[in-house]
């Protein structure tokens, strides 16, 4: 669309992002206009309703193409998969609304600083500034780049250093009103939206609107029963959902209305301080953080003094989190890429508490407003949830395309209606009405009602079993799951760690090992020290709190933590240090205690954390602790013991935890802001080895093995040791004692070599020196292929080696997993805004319920999806014979039928639970799969054949008459009367009458073949309960038969009129049975064993040379006919043509016979 009028035209906003969206311009043009306006009034409304389902089709008949520059309307695309289009009006800020207290002129210093955005959206010399409100971002028009871009932050290319320089004093009273008028209030505003609107929003939904053409169409029918029973129906789906959509409002109102009213210090430049409410805050304010607690109402930088915060809101873990300045480098790189650690550290995010401060000298806590309102981390959660993603799953769209099906074959019969009933010259009110007839016929009004109610029953029984959902949709997803990712530490295993013991090492060697479980301290000595001190563990209200590792490991020394008094002086010292002494349990150590005067947190990225500290009265040491493999790399080769590598192998082989210590001395002089990480971790001394035992849950084995058996292929995603990992998964049972493991090393390019990927078997193992600092993974000597394995494999790679790939060898990753379909989080709560499940259980076994259920209800949509299609079509087939002689069903007939026997049997059909046995695959994904379509098609048939049959048959019969209805069973009719019960009275039928035989044998053939259809499709195992134990539903059938039989062979007069039915001989009767009961026999048949006959259905593919969809099976195919795959004990550099033959491998172990969706 944008190369057609230019690149003007035509942007991205936030490209590479998650909300990436493109961008068109258009300008309003007035004729346009004018006939959009007198299309309104002719089309008596319809066209405003069309253009507000189409937003894009308003813009293209409102406006015409412009460039972004000269736009007043902006028209925005997704750039997913949907594509779903938005329009937004651009407005204007006019910046002379400040001349009371600013007087700004276009060539003000204020507004001449080209560093910043703002600045370069000031249109001069009008002062005027262009934006638009995208999802509750603002966006400004960039005059000098010729762009939208996002404001309410700072500039992301500042380097650190030029963040100290222009923030690091404040900002000015003028610059802040000048920022607060273009970026807007440091708000999270959720309205309480009122009823009205979700009511007016609620009732022009498709669905609703072709409800009300319905019931309308209805009504000038006399067909009020039915017409009412909707309306009764849909005013009460309104008014729940509106009442949820209500509360779900109120409730996030309530959650983020405190933010928009805390209290907060900032620094003026040149004015000191002053205290204002949080939602006057800008980017580049300076905030003063004092000791006291409060949540951050901001996104901030810290940039001087250090805090400890408490970001469950955001990551779910209450472990207090420690955050350290910005350091003040003078480079010109972004701030966010300025040294090693994750730039996260240096971050305060909004909605996080801030639990205690530490200042780095006699002034506060300070900090930069990075980010405010909805551009802050809490305002993009409260985004996600305002604008949630659409679901990508091909049930909904299938549903859609099945839809229009139905359109297209009420069409036809449209069409068909009409010829018949002008041909019979029938006025033309009636063909209008009989024609649209056939729309509410042939296209229920109650499918998408009836298609939810599995979902619904699905999500009740989560409910009982603990598993909460705030996504009800995805749990028909979870049928089709087949990968599961698990993390490690407190999902597969236990929370709590318990500490086994440590091995010190000296230049001789690993000493031997020293167990706590006696309950004997450790002896003082530079190991005890970095026990002691080398953590981020904080005192807060009496209590020790901080990461259950680093309390586990403070713990076993027997020592105690305080926080430093106001006489704690020690040179270049901060006066709020955290002091560790040894406790009155612990032998006689000649330390008074230990100083921790500054920490390099621990960061996953770095696998390492540093402190540096001083001995009271005694030296100053530096200590380092995290993976093993990472920590021998800072320290002297000498002091690294020969056996490192086998002896690390040793322990996490058996599936320990394992720990690296290492320190070294600093000198006592000095500020310690002098010294840089890059000095401190160099040259350490290794210390040894802290050993923690991490033992699985009992539930962990089992689910695995239930999911393995199910072919589900569970994958651990952690960020523990590769080594015990494998471990851990080999005694989970996730990896089958037979199976190999293949560890893949990535190599970034060093120098003129290329980035290279190696694959080594982990499997006999050999005891490999101390030589390659990056990985300690022993790995096989035997690279023959075992002919016994069959070619199945697992992967194994650190995170690091898969950004290699990701980055050097993507022809290894042709379909990497992006994001996941769904998620599960264990948690107390009820919900959690994190993941669609959340399950109380604080273990794995809600996986399979989930999964279970996801199936059932998958399995329930297919059936109420057939079964709405079926049921319309056979009163489609049935009216559509009756209009032949221009006659249809009476009103109380198609009542009968829509509300005593498809509205109960919608409601009760779906009541099966889930099978509680979790079969080798998967349900079908897709409604116009084969199987399914051919299960509808082959039944619509049947009910045809039947119905025309009966229509046929009956006017063949000798007591037939086009004109008297009361013939057959009339008493001068002899050989009639002995078949027949108590004879019908004869009489005249009115012209407006329906009744007749035809209308009598229809009626009940298509009334029973709904009950009939609905006992096939009602599905039990092997995804659902089987259908007797649903006892309602079979009760309800039980009864709706009954109900039918008796009808069918009961003469009562009274009744055969208000139901316009005529009497005919039993003998008639029995041939319905019989018609009936073949075409339950078929269908039954059909059914089982063509239809259910997964093995007949892998034969006709195979035999149709099928070829799957999937990317999965694309690639498992491809590899199978590869000879050389895996490459083992071989190494692939990235400058190589067609490196690794550009193939992928997969497990065929997890092989699923159903195409992915």
Same mark, same amino acid.
């Given at each position: 669309?944008?190369?057609?009028?230019?690149?003007?035209?035509?942007?991205?906003? @936030?490209?590479?992002?998650?909300?990436?969206?493109?961008?068109?311009?258009?300008?309003?043009?007035?004729?346009?206009?004018?006939?959009?306006?007198?299309?309104?009034?002719?089309?008596?409304?319809?066209?405003?309703?069309?253009?507000?389902?189409?937003?894009?089709?308003?813009?293209?008949?409102?406006?015409?193409?412009?460039?972004?520059?000269?736009?007043?309307?902006?028209?925005?695309? =997704?750039?997913?998969?949907?594509?779903?289009?938005?329009?937004?009006?651009?407005?204007?800020?006019?910046?002379?609304?400040?001349?009371?207290?600013?007087?700004?002129?276009?060539?003000?210093?204020?507004?001449?600083?080209?560093?910043?955005?703002?600045?370069?959206?000031?249109?001069?010399?009008?002062?005027?500034?262009?934006?638009?409100?995208?999802?509750?971002?603002?966006?400004?028009?960039?005059?000098?780049?010729?762009?939208?871009?996002?404001?309410?932050?700072?500039?992301?290319?500042?380097?650190?250093?030029?963040?100290?320089?222009?923030?690091?004093?404040?900002?000015?009273?003028?610059?802040?009103?000048?920022?607060?008028?273009?970026?807007?209030?440091?708000?999270?505003?959720?309205?309480?939206?009122?009823?009205?609107?979700?009511?007016?929003?609620?009732?022009?939904?498709?669905?609703?609107?072709?409800?009300?053409?319905?019931?309308?169409?209805? *009504?000038?029918?006399?067909?009020?029963?039915?017409?009412?029973?909707?309306?009764?129906?849909?005013?009460?789906?309104?008014?729940?959902?509106?009442?949820?959509?209500?509360?779900?409002?109120?409730?996030?109102?309530?959650?983020?209305?405190?933010?928009?009213?805390?209290?907060?210090?900032?620094?003026?430049? /040149?004015?000191?301080?002053?205290?204002?409410?949080?939602?006057?805050?800008?980017?580049?304010?300076?905030?003063?953080?004092?000791? @006291?607690?409060?949540?951050?109402?901001?996104?901030?930088?810290?940039?001087?003094?250090?805090?400890?915060?408490?970001?469950?809101?955001?990551?779910?873990?209450?472990?207090?989190?420690?955050?350290?300045?910005?350091?003040?480098?003078?480079?010109?790189?972004?701030?966010?890429?300025?040294?090693?650690?994750?730039?996260?550290?240096?971050?305060?995010?909004?909605?996080?508490?801030?639990?205690?401060?530490?200042?780095?000298?006699?002034?506060?806590?300070?900090?930069?407003?990075?980010?405010?309102?909805?551009? =802050?981390?809490?305002?993009?959660?409260?985004?996600?949830?305002?604008?949630?993603?659409?679901?990508? *799953?091909?049930?909904?769209?299938?549903?859609?395309?099945?839809?229009?099906?139905?359109?297209?074959?009420?069409?036809?019969?449209?069409?068909?209606?009409?010829?018949?009933?002008?041909?019979?010259?029938?006025?033309?009110?009636?063909?209008?009405?009989?024609?649209?007839?056939?729309?509410?016929?042939?296209?229920?009004?109650?499918?998408?009602?009836?298609?939810?109610?599995?979902?619904?029953?699905?999500?009740?029984?989560?409910?009982?079993?603990?598993?909460?959902?705030?996504?009800?949709?995805?749990?028909?997803?979870?049928?089709?799951?087949?990968?599961?990712?698990?993390?490690?530490?407190? =999902?597969?295993? /236990?929370?709590?760690?318990?500490?086994?013991?440590?091995?010190?090492?000296?230049?001789?060697?690993?000493?031997?090992?020293?167990? *706590?479980?006696?309950?004997?301290?450790?002896?003082?000595?530079?190991?005890?020290?970095?026990?002691?001190?080398?953590?981020?563990?904080?005192?807060?209200?009496?209590?020790?709190?901080?990461?259950?590792?680093?309390?586990?490991?403070?713990?076993?020394?027997?020592?105690?933590?305080?926080?430093?008094?106001?006489?704690?002086?020690?040179?270049?010292?901060?006066?709020?240090?955290?002091?560790?002494?040894?406790?009155?349990?612990?032998?006689?150590?000649?330390?008074?205690?230990?100083?921790?005067?500054?920490?390099?947190?621990?960061?996953?990225?770095?696998?390492?954390?540093?402190?540096?500290?001083?001995?009271?009265?005694?030296?100053?040491?530096?200590?380092?602790?995290?993976?093993?493999?990472?920590?021998?790399?800072?320290?002297?080769?000498?002091?690294?013991?020969?056996?490192?590598?086998?002896?690390?192998?040793?322990?996490?082989?058996?599936?320990?935890?394992?720990?690296?210590?290492?320190?070294?001395?600093?000198?006592?002089?000095?500020?310690?802001?002098?010294? =840089?990480?890059?000095?401190?971790?160099?040259?350490?001394?290794?210390?040894?080895?802290?050993?923690?035992?991490?033992?699985?849950?009992?539930?962990?084995?089992?689910?695995?093995?239930?999911?393995?058996?199910?072919?589900?292929?569970?994958?651990?995603?952690?960020?523990?040791?590769?080594?015990?990992?494998?471990?851990?998964?080999?005694?989970?049972?996730?990896?089958?004692?037979?199976?190999?493991?293949?560890?893949?090393?990535?190599?970034?390019?060093?120098?003129?070599?290329?980035?290279?990927?190696?694959?080594?078997?982990?499997?006999?193992?050999?005891?490999?020196?101390?030589?390659?600092?990056?990985?300690?993974?022993?790995?096989?000597?035997?690279?023959?292929?075992?002919?016994?394995?069959?070619?199945?494999?697992?992967?194994?790679?650190?995170?690091?080696?898969?950004?290699?790939?990701?980055?050097?060898?993507?022809?290894?990753?042709?379909?990497?997993?992006?994001?996941?379909?769904?998620?599960?989080? +264990?948690?107390?709560?009820?919900?959690?805004?994190?993941?669609?499940?959340?399950?109380?259980?604080?273990?794995?076994?809600?996986?399979?319920?989930?999964?279970?259920?996801?199936?059932?209800?998958?399995?329930?949509?297919?059936?109420?999806?057939?079964?709405?299609?079926?049921?319309?079509?056979?009163?489609?087939?049935?009216?559509?014979?009756?209009?032949?002689?221009?006659?249809?069903?009476?009103?109380?007939?198609?009542?009968?039928?829509?509300?005593?026997?498809?509205?109960?049997?919608?409601?009760?059909?779906?009541?099966?639970?889930?099978?509680?046995?979790?079969?080798?695959?998967?349900?079908?994904?897709?409604?116009?799969?084969?199987?399914?379509?051919?299960?509808?098609?082959?039944?619509?048939?049947?009910?045809?054949?039947?119905?025309?049959?009966?229509?046929?048959?009956?006017?063949?019969?000798?007591?037939?008459?086009?004109?008297?209805?009361?013939?057959?069973?009339?008493?001068?009719?002899?050989?009639?009367?002995?078949?027949?019960?108590?004879?019908?009275?004869?009489?005249?039928?009115?012209?407006?009458?329906?009744?007749?035989?035809?209308?009598?044998?229809?009626?009940?053939?298509?009334?029973?073949?709904?009950?009939?259809?609905?006992?096939?499709?009602?599905?039990?195992?092997?995804?659902?309960?089987?259908?007797?134990?649903?006892?309602?539903?079979?009760?309800?059938?039980?009864?709706?038969?009954?109900?039918?039989?008796?009808? +069918?062979?009961?003469?009562?007069?009274?009744?055969?009129?208000?139901?316009?039915?005529?009497?005919?001989?039993?003998?008639?009767?029995?041939?319905?049975?019989?018609?009936?009961?073949?075409?339950?026999?078929?269908?039954?048949?059909?059914?089982?064993?063509?239809?259910?006959?997964?093995?007949?259905?892998?034969?006709?593919?195979?035999?149709?040379?099928?070829?799957?969809?999937?990317?999965?099976?694309?690639?498992?195919?491809?590899?199978?006919?590869?000879?050389?795959?895996?490459?083992?004990?071989?190494?692939?550099?990235?400058?190589?043509?067609? @490196?690794?033959?550009?193939?992928?491998?997969?497990?065929?172990?997890?092989?699923?016979?159903?195409?992915?969706?």
């Amino acid at each position: 669309m944008g190369d057609e009028y230019g690149k003007g035209h035509h942007a991205v906003l @936030n490209k590479g992002e998650e909300n990436e969206v493109e961008i068109f311009g258009y300008q309003t043009e007035g004729c346009r206009r004018t006939l959009c306006i007198v299309g309104y009034v002719f089309s008596c409304g319809i066209l405003p309703l069309v253009f507000y389902w189409r937003p894009a089709w308003s813009v293209w008949a409102h406006c015409v193409p412009c460039t972004l520059r000269e736009a007043d309307v902006v028209l925005l695309r =997704t750039t997913d998969e949907f594509q779903i289009y938005s329009r937004k009006k651009v407005t204007w800020i006019n910046l002379s609304t400040l001349k009371g207290s600013v007087s700004l002129t276009p060539d003000h210093p204020l507004i001449a600083d080209e560093d910043y955005v703002i600045n370069r959206a000031i249109l001069r010399p009008e002062l005027k500034v262009r934006c638009i409100q995208v999802q509750k971002i603002r966006y400004v028009w960039n005059n000098s780049e010729e762009q939208f871009q996002k404001v309410g932050c700072l500039e992301d290319g500042f380097s650190a250093a030029k963040i100290h320089l222009k923030f690091g004093s404040g900002l000015s009273r003028e610059e802040q009103e000048i920022r607060r008028l273009i970026c807007g209030p440091n708000a999270i505003d959720v309205e309480i939206t009122p009823i009205w609107k979700l009511l007016i929003k609620e009732v022009l939904n498709p669905f609703y609107v072709f409800q009300l053409f319905s019931v309308c169409l209805w *009504f000038s029918e006399d067909y009020k029963e039915y017409a009412v029973a909707i309306i009764i129906m849909s005013i009460i789906s309104i008014t729940l959902t509106v009442y949820d959509l209500r509360e779900q409002s109120i409730k996030l109102h309530r959650l983020v209305e405190s933010h928009n009213s805390v209290l907060v210090t900032v620094c003026r430049k /040149k004015a000191g301080t002053q205290e204002l409410e949080s939602r006057h805050l800008v980017p580049g304010d300076l905030l003063s953080l004092n000791g @006291n607690k409060m949540q951050l109402p901001c996104d901030a930088i810290l940039i001087d003094g250090g805090c400890v915060v408490n970001e469950s809101m955001l990551t779910g873990e209450s472990i207090p989190v420690i955050k350290t300045a910005l350091p003040r480098v003078g480079d010109t790189v972004p701030w966010k890429l300025h040294g090693e650690e994750d730039y996260k550290r240096h971050v305060l995010f909004c909605g996080t508490e801030v639990i205690q401060t530490k200042s780095a000298g006699p002034g506060a806590v300070r900090a930069v407003v990075l980010q405010t309102g909805f551009n =802050t981390a809490k305002g993009d959660l409260v985004r996600s949830i305002l604008y949630p993603k659409p679901m990508n *799953f091909q049930l909904y769209r299938d549903a859609v395309r099945f839809l229009l099906c139905l359109i297209g074959t009420a069409t036809i019969g449209m069409v068909y209606t009409i010829c018949v009933y002008v041909l019979s010259g029938e006025p033309a009110e009636d063909v209008v009405k009989k024609a649209l007839d056939v729309i509410t016929i042939a296209v229920p009004p109650a499918l998408p009602a009836a298609l939810t109610t599995g979902i619904i029953y699905a999500q009740r029984r989560l409910k009982k079993n603990g598993i909460f959902c705030i996504s009800p949709q995805r749990i028909n997803i979870c049928g089709q799951l087949n990968l599961i990712c698990f993390d490690k530490t407190g =999902t597969l295993t /236990k929370d709590g760690l318990d500490l086994w013991g440590v091995v010190p090492s000296d230049r001789n060697g690993f000493q031997e090992i020293h167990s *706590f479980a006696s309950g004997s301290s450790l002896p003082w000595g530079p190991l005890c020290g970095a026990m002691a001190s080398c953590h981020s563990l904080i005192v807060l209200d009496g209590t020790i709190q901080g990461d259950p590792l680093d309390i586990k490991m403070f713990e076993a020394t027997n020592w105690e933590m305080e926080n430093s008094g106001k006489d704690f002086h020690i040179q270049g010292v901060p006066t709020q240090a955290m002091i560790v002494k040894p406790s009155q349990k612990t032998r006689q150590i000649p330390v008074g205690g230990i100083a921790i005067l500054h920490q390099y947190p621990f960061s996953s990225a770095l696998q390492r954390m540093s402190v540096i500290v001083q001995e009271v009265d005694g030296d100053r040491m530096a200590f380092m602790k995290g993976a093993p493999e990472r920590v021998v790399s800072f320290c002297q080769p000498d002091t690294v013991p020969s056996n490192f590598a086998s002896e690390l192998q040793n322990y996490t082989t058996q599936g320990f935890r394992v720990i690296g210590l290492a320190y070294k001395r600093l000198e006592s002089n000095g500020h310690i802001s002098a010294l =840089t990480r890059e000095k401190v971790e160099s040259d350490l001394t290794f210390l040894g080895l802290l050993i923690l035992e991490n033992r699985l849950k009992e539930e962990t084995k089992p689910v695995l093995e239930e999911l393995i058996s199910a072919h589900i292929r569970p994958v651990m995603v952690t960020g523990d040791n590769l080594q015990t990992a494998v471990t851990v998964a080999r005694k989970s049972g996730m990896i089958a004692e037979s199976l190999r493991v293949i560890l893949l090393e990535a190599k970034e390019a060093e120098g003129p070599s290329p980035a290279s990927v190696t694959w080594r078997l982990l499997e006999d193992r050999k005891h490999a020196g101390y030589g390659d600092r990056d990985s300690y993974i022993n790995i096989g000597e035997d690279a023959s292929r075992p002919e016994d394995e069959g070619g199945s494999y697992h992967f194994a790679m650190t995170g690091k080696s898969y950004q290699v790939l990701s980055q050097h060898f993507n022809s290894l990753l042709p379909k990497a997993l992006k994001m996941a379909h769904a998620g599960i989080s +264990l948690s107390e709560q009820e919900a959690s805004v994190a993941s669609p499940f959340t399950s109380k259980a604080p273990n794995i076994e809600c996986v399979p319920h989930l999964i279970k259920e996801g199936r059932a209800a998958l399995v329930t949509s297919f059936c109420m999806f057939k079964y709405m299609a079926l049921y319309s079509m056979i009163q489609y087939i049935g009216v559509l014979l009756l209009y032949w002689k221009t006659n249809s069903l009476s009103n109380y007939q198609f009542l009968f039928q829509d509300l005593a026997i498809t509205t109960i049997i919608g409601i009760t059909m779906s009541l099966n639970g889930a099978y509680p046995k979790l079969v080798p695959y998967r349900p079908p994904g897709r409604l116009v799969s084969p199987p399914l379509l051919f299960s509808v098609l082959l039944n619509v048939l049947f009910s045809l054949v039947m119905h025309m049959l009966g229509f046929i048959l009956v006017r063949k019969q000798p007591w037939y008459s086009a004109t008297d209805v009361f013939s057959a069973c009339s008493p001068a009719k002899g050989n009639v009367s002995r078949t027949t019960a108590l004879p019908m009275l004869p009489g005249k039928v009115g012209p407006d009458s329906f009744m007749s035989y035809e209308n009598t044998t229809i009626w009940f053939l298509g009334t029973i073949n709904c009950i009939i259809v609905a006992l096939v499709f009602s599905k039990g195992k092997p995804f659902r309960q089987p259908i007797y134990t649903n006892y309602i539903f079979v009760l309800v059938l039980g009864i709706q038969m009954g109900a039918c039989i008796f009808l +069918l062979f009961a003469n009562i007069p009274d009744l055969y009129q208000r139901m316009d039915l005529v009497c005919t001989p039993t003998l008639w009767r029995v041939y319905l049975i019989v018609m009936l009961a073949v075409n339950l026999i078929l269908s039954l048949v059909v059914e089982e064993a063509i239809i259910e006959n997964r093995a007949l259905w892998l034969i006709i593919k195979r035999s149709f040379g099928y070829q799957s969809k999937s990317q999965y099976r694309k690639w498992k195919s491809m590899v199978a006919n590869e000879p050389a795959w895996p490459p083992l004990n071989q190494t692939f550099y990235s400058d190589q043509p067609n @490196n690794a033959r550009g193939v992928s491998y997969s497990n065929p172990v997890f092989e699923s016979h159903e195409e992915s969706p």
